[in-house]
């Protein structure tokens, strides 16, 4: 009998202490739902974030739910209607359902903003396609969403028409090639899969259609044709399927940059001279800079670049160069005919961060002294430049500073030892120490040799070398 009073003491004491326990676990689970709850209410959220909708939901339907045939209600909107407290609030799926939608709207307005600006490369020959093309794979790699446009002479004949449901279902087939190719590459770092098995998924693949091919030939190019030109179209139509570029045609007078300002279809575009590296996003800048017809950075000389140009097309701007000659070919260059027609409207840009040279890189900004001409830092100049333009070129050390000649990346002279820049003897300004220095030739054979082996990545192995 006494065993059982004890069990019976216990157990009441056991239930009272976890009885007690809950009530706190409880009152600690509200504390902290309060918590966050005003926490949320302070934080600032994106206007398309359901938790967003939701305050803003609640503030209406606090607003607006005052008694039927009260004479404080008020109409905040037009359409909008007036939240009674037995209305029944939106489920956490409708309330989703609407931020999808508007993040949809959002999305359409932003692709729509990004298709009236674009970059336009312009080619005259087939040996320049593979540079123009690289350019496009470069707004790829800094991840630009501006529109893209491809200009080349119509007299090439290319014959690369397709319909939009054909490009669509290229790049469809294209984007799934590439992502069975990312994890059967993956499998085989890992090693997951065998090698006879490797080999029966590899079978399929050799009768696939790849849509990076060009379409048949309707009828065969002239007997005098380079023979370049296969190579030529493929490039095109890869650019086309791979970089969503538009291929767009010119009578062979019209292919200069400044063609540009009759294409009012968009509201500013950027001309890139090549070969050349992209290295930055220049996206924000055609979407807010200033309202110029003309916008340009000077050069090396001081006068305007011929490498880089911002136009925002006006009709009626291309008839008035070509009636003051300015797309003939003895007009003096693009730089010129821009510094004659638009000297005192263009809008001037600073050359560095928006234009840098390779042939810069050989030019020393410091004097046998120590003394600093200018503050020139190579990789401090790169790391912030948006274009790099490889030129081809350097000014000779000599008395006479004629320009020399510098192979270009995709030759084999380039990988000569004598070519790249040479290390400097310079004086160090803190302890007055010799030391060298070979900023320079480390960024140029960087340059060099990330052009080079993206040259090959993007263009294939049936260029020469």
């Not at 009885?19 to 706190?24: C, P």
């Not at 934080?43 to 939901?57: F, V």
């Not at 002239?222 to 399927?241: G, W």
């Not at 509201?267 to 800079?289: G, S, W």
Request: proline residues 6%; aromatic residues 8%; contains cysteine.
């Amino acid at each position: 009998m006494k065993g059982r009073i004890g069990l019976r003491i216990t157990s009441s004491i056991l239930f009272v202490f976890s009885f007690i326990l809950f009530l706190s676990g409880c009152i600690l689970q509200r504390r902290s739902m309060h918590t966050l709850e005003r926490y949320y209410d302070t934080m600032p959220l994106p206007e398309t974030h359901p938790l967003a909708l939701e305050k803003k939901r609640r503030k209406a339907q606090a607003k607006n739910a005052t008694p039927s045939g009260g004479s404080n209600s008020r109409n905040y909107g037009i359409n909008q209607q007036v939240i009674h407290p037995s209305q029944p609030k939106p489920t956490a799926l409708e309330s989703w359902e609407q931020a999808r939608r508007q993040f949809e709207m959002e999305s359409q307005r932003e692709k729509e903003r990004y298709r009236t600006v674009g970059y336009v490369q312009l080619v005259d020959d087939f040996t320049s396609v593979c540079s123009a093309v690289m350019m496009f794979n470069d707004l790829d790699r800094v991840s630009s969403k501006a529109s893209r446009v491809l200009i080349y002479p119509e007299s090439w004949d290319m014959q690369l028409d397709i319909s939009e449901s054909q490009q669509r279902e290229a790049q469809k087939i294209l984007a799934t090639q590439e992502k069975t190719l990312n994890t059967k590459r993956k499998q085989k770092n890992t090693k997951k899969k065998s090698k006879k098995k490797g080999e029966a998924d590899r079978k399929p693949e050799e009768h696939a259609a790849n849509p990076l091919d060009p379409p048949p030939l309707l009828r065969e190019p002239s007997a005098d044709i380079s023979s370049q030109y296969h190579t030529a179209r493929r490039l095109l139509h890869l650019a086309r399927i791979k970089h969503s570029v538009t291929l767009l045609p010119m009578p062979d007078g019209l292919v200069t940059p400044l063609v540009m300002l009759n294409m009012t279809d968009y509201k500013r575009l950027i001309y890139l001279q090549h070969p050349a590296a992209i290295l930055k996003n220049m996206d924000e800048i055609l979407l807010n800079a200033p309202t110029a017809v003309i916008t340009v950075p000077r050069d090396l000389s001081g006068g305007l670049s011929s490498n880089f140009l911002m136009v925002a097309p006006e009709t009626g701007e291309l008839e008035y160069i070509m009636k003051n000659g300015g797309v003939k070919k003895d007009a003096g260059g693009l730089g010129k005919v821009v510094e004659r027609i638009y000297s005192t409207t263009a809008m001037i840009l600073p050359r560095w961060p928006y234009e840098i040279f390779t042939s810069e890189f050989f030019d020393s900004t410091i004097e046998t002294s120590g003394s600093r001409e200018s503050v020139w830092l190579p990789s401090k100049v790169v790391n912030k430049a948006y274009y790099v333009l490889f030129d081809g070129g350097k000014i000779s050390p000599n008395i006479n500073k004629k320009w020399e000649t510098v192979p270009q990346p995709w030759k084999l002279k380039s990988l000569e030892e004598g070519v790249a820049p040479k290390c400097r003897l310079v004086q160090d300004l803190g302890n007055g120490e010799e030391k060298w220095d070979c900023t320079a030739r480390n960024v140029w054979r960087t340059l060099y040799d990330g052009y080079r082996q993206r040259r090959m990545e993007v263009c294939g192995l049936d260029l020469e070398a």
